[in-house]
């Protein structure tokens, strides 16, 4: 590992000050999970560091009128102890709770985990489904887009080095969500497959849809033919069994250390099943 200097500003205005002095040799550090060790595996070029977990402009969950604002350093265990979370974003107090083990879940944070763009990142799947915004500021300089539109590819995103995320922002709407992960142990275990659902029903109708699964192609899948199987039906368990077969239809998985591009698709299937009977077949 190469010897770095972490750099800890106090405002937002600080860390633009440091970004410009590193001259672009810098990273952004929340909670380190990543970042330390792709360093440890010499994976870290960059002899700065800016330490941006104690900024304020990046903590806060908020519940608005028309949104809920979840600041990017917050931790995957802040996200899943929220009331506001749970109650409206229910996808993602899943997924945080899943989330690797209660020491990587008081470190881990939403910015890190979407800033790295593993396919197989628990939250930004979550995110994803729930239609985050991700609200992102270059230099004081801010805007909003999708969180979805991040993701390129593995490790691949669409941010600059110097954009920082700044929070989340996602619609208050009274919706079902669920996250449902695969991995080798319930907790402590990256997913081999997971699922995120969340949906609009109205007098039993999907009036909407969103379907997200993660670790089965290289970024997070949207199995557009599924959702629009689902779409204005008042679903029973076949439709849903055949907008699972869609679901597995859509990834692209690989063989890796953690599971055979096989056994992935067929899980896809599996889990996308129960994660759209869980959210699709319920009664309350
Ligand atoms: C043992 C172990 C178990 C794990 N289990 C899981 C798991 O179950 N599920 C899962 O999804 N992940 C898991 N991870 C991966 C990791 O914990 C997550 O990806 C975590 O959310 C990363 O967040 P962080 O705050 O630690 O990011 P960091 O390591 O600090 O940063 C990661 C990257 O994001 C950039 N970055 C961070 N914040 C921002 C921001 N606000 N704006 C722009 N760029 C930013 C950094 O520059 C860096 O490139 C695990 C990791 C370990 C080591």
Redesign the pocket.
Known sequence: MIPVTVVQPKKLSGVWAAARAAKGGF????????????ARHGKNAHRV?ID??GLKE?KGITEGRDKIRIG??E??AAVCSSPAVRKWLPALAQ?CR????PP?RN??????????A?P??????ALCAEQAAAV?SRAGKIRRVAAESLFLGPKHTA?SPD????AFEFPRRAHRGVFI?L?ARE?????KVSAAVAAELRNGVVCSLSIRL?AVGPKIVRPESAEKLLLGLRPGAAAIADAARLCAEAVSPIDDVRSTAAYRRDMARVISKRALEAVLLKTS
Do not use: E
């Open positions: 990273k952004f550090l929340a909670g380190g999970t990543d970042l330390v060790i792709n560091w941006i977990s990046l990017a350093a931790t995957a997924a899943h989330f690797a083990s990587l470190m881990a944070t939403l910015g890190g985990n979407c800033a790295n593993s197989s990142a628990d939250a930004a799947c992102i941010l954009d920082l995320i700044l992960k991995g907790s402590f275990a990256i997913s993660g």
